[in-house]
């Protein structure tokens, strides 16, 4: 056991530049999985803080009794409660204002706003707990300790009262939006005491809201938390219209867990079989041209098994020096550039103000990364093992790395300097052929995802918003808001808001140069799917001849005629998922046209199925549409052209009219290009990280095969200097077999990598992602590969050749008597 | 007749003071052109340490060697891999040949490193001198050890050099081979008129040369 420790040990210190190249293959293997793994485990975080930010309650049961909060209580699926009672509605102008009795009755529910900042809740009479905005609204100076007089409706109904109370707390609030919104719309909330609620309310008549959080969030996905609340509002006797479920904070916390769960499962495994396969190569190597020096230690007596663990205790060694450096690497790489990342994601995302210190750490990451490249390393010697036990001992003797079947070589009458590089990779060709492939393989992975991020244009996604022009000023209306139906777009026409004159006043600013309208209508159908289930809408609106094109290159089904379309009402249907509504080419589907008060029906027949974007899901054709003889005026975009030498001008004239009505919104060309740039960039950057990381590893199995040529021909090198090959000889020689690597990796990489690449953006388009639409071959990338492939070959042969130079000529050939 | 090799005052030691090896005191030789050399001596007594002085292998503590009339001193590294090619032929103990290439190839090696035409006819006439013409296309590493050695000897006269240099050619052998070995080694010698320095153990060569040096802690003794 110790014998083979040591041989193993002296081997590791004997083979430097093999141990150390396969040290850091193992090294840049576990860097970039713990990297990665860290990346995901802060993300989740982020996630995680973001979904905090809006609460992390699981849903509301509304006007719930005392009796039923009280059942709620002791409820087994219950974890956290929460209650608010609307106690009163304050009476101050057009304020809206409300008084709430708040009372935490189980631990455990947090809020992104309205926590207590500064000061105490509410707990005598007189005292009140509330944000800024509220005092100042009231006009008083939000201070602790100041009294303030408010008059209240206890209900929102009967007799106004009149108290003065304390100001006992600080609430936190969002920040106020920038942009003037009408006071009416903002409502103003502050807590008063328990003590004030019993007061004015009678026991049977309370009635509150009640946030709950019920157990198993981390192992249940989102349906069966789903499935536990209902059934919990069940057993109290709550309604299922009363149920509010926070779904935007269960789908963070379930669906992408597992969504990023499976992705960076994904990247791992690329990750494990690269390095896997370059770990293994290296071993290959290592035993074909270790062939003399293991049928020595058989000679001498060593056993299979024992052949086996000296290569095992090797590689393990390596790994135990190399693994930590690895996992130090692989976390402090995330750690400080994922927050930098966060920040400039924040700058177009608004969804969260500020995150906490990022917790990226993860002792199970951590093991598991750790036993990925351990049964990475032993993997990928399995087989080099087998091979290195069934080295014969007759081998010792032989002088050649591996005795081969060939006996014969046709040869060349002349020999010259490139004749002699390319015997040697032929003779060696098994060992050639390994290390290309796997050089060939990371930069087809690289060729293959370069395509597609190429293909991520920010052009492209900037037109997902804005079709056309340089502006859109769009109506921000809702399909299916049954709560506000003012809010719909059938009620929303009924206003006229882009009305000709409005649209004449945009041509009259100072650059503008035209307007288009778009238009879209609600329909409803009794056609049996998800869209239309409990009277759903969705919107149609139309497309132009000169479009076809444009929809036919993204079509998924069906086919576009025109003519036949006019003809039969036809349509395109722009969602991927039409299998799974049913709308298949060829459906007739009876609608209901809601225009404004107004409705007819008609049937539409689905022609094409084309997903190229835009917000309608049905396009009818122009002249169709247009028949349709709508009363009200249909148009919910202005897409707006402009001198682009006005465009600050017309940006500020857009945005104050943008900020005048509540439902509009302006989209414009420099702030969606800069998304894009920042979108694009933010996916883009981390992967070339991981593809460099990758083309490293493939990199050092390169300088691997390159010096154990070197080094298994030191003799040969030494008798072909004594004949006669000069250092200018021997430098072309090994830039000859060098050359002749990057000509086959780069012949594969150009070759299968642009081809995988082309399906990779198939399969990135049809899933839409980043919204790719259009290939862009990877000019810039294929240059930079190719330089790059060269550059780092010239490095190695120099490298190599400088290690030949150090060592004296006589050495070489000394080395073989 | 003309002298082809000269050494004057050539020394080579390694390591210092207490591990002071002079692998190569002060040794004064003069080889004439066609001359038949022996180099006989104990094992580490200098013998290949010398040989590689005389070829231009090694660099020499001090003292000079001279080819043909010229200091190989003066020599950049790539003339003086040149003249190796051109005028020098090696022969080691073992190991000589680039497993990669074939008899044939191996052979015409020095030539091509040269960037001239090989000579068919006169390399295919030392083949045949050799008993190798029905090796042509093999492998080293199908041939036997004698069959190895003599394709060395093939490559140390192709380019037509006129010194050949051989250290312990026999070594690896049987002694019958060895002295066949050695005899188409001098028999192509004479035939191409070229000098022979040889290194060797064997009694029976060593009487075979015109010459025999005696090496003894670095020192030419007789
Ligand atoms: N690179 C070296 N470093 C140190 N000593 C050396 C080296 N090469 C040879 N020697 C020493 O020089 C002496 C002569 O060696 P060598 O010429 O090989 O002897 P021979 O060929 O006669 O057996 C020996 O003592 C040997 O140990
Ligand atoms: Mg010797």
């Not at chain 1, 609204?137 to 304390?166: A, L, M, Q, W």
């Not at chain 1, 049977?204 to 919990?232: A, F, H, M, P």
């Not at chain 1, 998924?556 to 395109?572: C, L, P, Q, T």
């Not at chain 1, 298949?584 to 008609?602: A, E, H, K, S």
Request: proline share 2%; with cysteine.
């Amino acid at each position: 056991m110790t014998t083979i420790k040591n041989l193993a040990i002296s081997r590791l210190r004997f083979n430097k530049s093999r141990t150390i190249l396969t040290a850091i293959a193992i090294m840049l293997t576990t860097t970039l999985l713990m990297g990665v793994g860290t990346s995901a485990e802060g993300i989740l975080n982020i996630n995680r803080q973001q979904a905090l930010f809006n609460g992390n309650t699981h849903a509301m049961f509304k006007s719930l009794t005392q009796e039923q909060v009280k059942k709620l209580q002791n409820h087994k699926d219950v974890e956290s409660i929460e209650i608010n009672e609307l106690f009163a509605t304050v009476e101050y102008g057009k304020m809206n204002g409300f008084l709430v009795f708040h009372d935490v009755v189980k631990e455990g529910i947090y809020h992104g706003v309205g926590n207590l900042i500064e000061g105490h809740e509410a707990q005598k009479m007189d005292e009140i707990c509330g944000p800024k905005s509220f005092f100042e609204r009231i006009g008083v100076e939000p201070v602790i300790g100041n009294k303030i007089h408010i008059s209240f409706r206890p209900g929102g109904k009967g007799r106004i009262e009149t108290r003065e109370f304390t100001i006992c707390g600080i609430l936190s609030e969002n920040d106020v939006p920038g942009f003037d919104v009408s006071d009416t719309r903002i409502a103003y909330g502050a807590s008063v005491s328990e003590a004030l609620a019993n007061a004015y309310i009678p026991d049977k008549e309370r009635s509150y809201n009640t946030n709950i959080r019920v157990v198993g969030e981390n192992r249940l996905n989102c349906d069966e938390i789903e499935k536990v609340i209902n059934e919990t509002a069940a057993d109290v006797g709550c309604d299922k219209v009363n149920i509010i479920l926070n779904r935007e904070y269960l789908i963070m916390q379930t669906e992408m867990g597992t969504e990023t769960k499976a992705v960076v499962a994904g990247i791992s495994l690329i990750i494990i079989l690269f390095s896997g396969l370059v770990i293994y190569s290296i071993y290959y190597v290592s035993v074909i041209t270790d062939v003399q020096e293991i049928g020595k230690l058989k000679a001498l007596g060593a056993s299979d098994r024992q052949i086996k663990r000296l290569f095992l205790t090797e590689g393990f060694r390596i790994s135990f020096f190399a693994v930590p450096f690895g996992l130090v690497f692989g976390y402090l790489i995330p750690y400080f550039a994922l927050p930098v990342i966060f920040k400039e994601a924040m700058k177009v995302n608004t969804v969260a103000d500020e995150v906490d210190r990022l917790h990226m750490f993860s002792a199970p990451v951590l093991a598991l990364v750790v036993a990925a490249v351990f049964v990475t390393v032993y993997l990928s010697l399995i087989r080099p093992m087998k091979m290195a036990a069934k080295v014969s001992p007759v081998e010792a003797i032989r002088y050649q790395e591996s005795s081969r079947r060939r006996k014969m070589r046709k040869g060349n009458k002349n020999v010259n300097v490139f004749r002699l590089s390319a015997a040697n990779l032929v003779q060696n060709r098994r060992r050639t052929l390994v290390t290309m492939l796997t050089m060939g393989f990371s930069c087809v992975l690289f060729m293959s995802l370069a395509g597609t991020m190429n293909s991520m244009s920010t052009l492209d996604m900037a037109r997902r918003n804005i079709k056309e022009g340089d502006f859109r000023l769009t109506l921000d209306y809702a399909c299916n808001d049954k709560e506000y139906p003012e809010n719909n777009l059938d009620q929303l026409s009924m206003r006229n808001l882009f009305s000709d004159a409005f649209v004449e006043s945009i041509l009259q600013i100072d650059g503008v140069q035209g307007v288009e309208r778009e238009g879209g209508v609600l329909i409803g159908s009794d056609f049996s799917n998800e869209l239309f289930e409990d009277g759903g809408r969705i919107s149609l609106s139309w497309f132009e001849r000169e479009d076809v094109k444009e929809y036919e290159d993204g079509m998924k089904a069906g086919k576009i005629d025109y003519d036949s379309m006019v003809s039969g009402n036809g349509v395109i249907l722009t969602t991927v998922f039409y299998e799974m509504y049913g709308m298949l080419p060829g459906t007739v589907i009876p609608v209901t046209v809601y225009d404004g008060d107004r409705q007819f029906t008609m049937d539409v027949r689905i022609d094409a199925v084309s997903p190229v974007g835009g917000d309608h899901l049905l396009l009818l054709p122009r002249e169709v549409y247009e028949r349709l003889n709508l009363q009200y005026d249909s148009t919910v975009d202005l897409y707006i052209s402009i001198d682009q030498n006005k465009y600050e001008e017309v940006k500020d004239a857009l945005t104050e009219i943008a900020d005048a009505e509540a439902y509009f919104r302006l989209y414009s060309m420099d702030e969606e290009m800069a998304m894009g740039r920042m979108s694009v960039s933010l996916i883009k950057y981390p992967m070339y990280l991981v593809l460099a990381l990758v083309a490293v590893i493939g990199f050092m199995n390169l300088v691997n095969t390159m010096i154990t040529s070197v080094i298994t021909r030191k003799r040969e090198l030494g008798v072909l200097q004594a004949v006669g090959l000069s250092e200018s000889q021997l430098t072309k020689m090994l830039v000859g077999e060098g050359a002749i690597f990057t000509a086959g990796t780069l012949a594969a990489s150009v070759t299968i990598g642009n081809l995988f690449g082309y399906l990779v953006f198939l399969k990135a388009k049809s899933t839409g992602f980043m919204s790719i639409s259009r290939y862009h071959y990877p000019v810039v990338e294929t240059i930079g590969l190719t330089v790059a492939l060269i550059l780092g070959q010239i490095a190695i042969t120099y490298f190599i050749r400088h290690r030949i130079r150090k060592e004296s000529l006589i050495d070489t050939i000394r080395c073989s008597e | 007749m003309k002298t082809i090799l000269e050494t004057k005052e050539l020394c080579k030691y390694y390591g210092s003071d207490e591990n002071l090896v002079k692998a190569v005191d002060h040794v004064n030789l003069k080889i004439m052109q066609g001359e038949f050399v022996s180099i006989v001596g104990k094992s580490g007594s200098g013998k290949s340490t010398l040989l590689h002085l005389l070829g231009g292998l090694d660099n020499p503590t001090s003292g000079e060697v001279w080819v043909d009339g010229k200091n190989i001193a003066d020599f950049s590294k790539e003339q003086l891999a040149v003249t190796r090619r051109r005028q020098i032929g090696f022969v080691f103990q073992a190991f000589n040949l680039v497993s990669s290439l074939n008899v044939w190839e191996n052979v015409v090696l020095p030539v091509g490193l040269d960037g001239k035409k090989v000579d068919e006819g006169f390399v295919k006439d030392i083949l045949r001198t050799l008993g190798l013409e029905k090796k042509e296309k093999n492998l080293p590493n199908t041939l036997s050890g004698g069959q190895q050695q003599r394709t060395a000897i093939a490559r140390a006269i192709a380019a037509k050099p006129s010194i050949v240099l051989a250290d312990e050619p026999t070594g690896n052998l049987d002694t019958g081979t060895g002295d066949e070995v050695i005899a188409l080694l001098k028999l192509s010698a004479k035939k191409y008129g070229q000098t022979l320095v040889v290194i060797t153990h064997n009694e029976d060569i060593a009487q075979m040369a015109d010459r025999t040096i005696v090496i003894e802690d670095g020192k030419i003794v007789m």
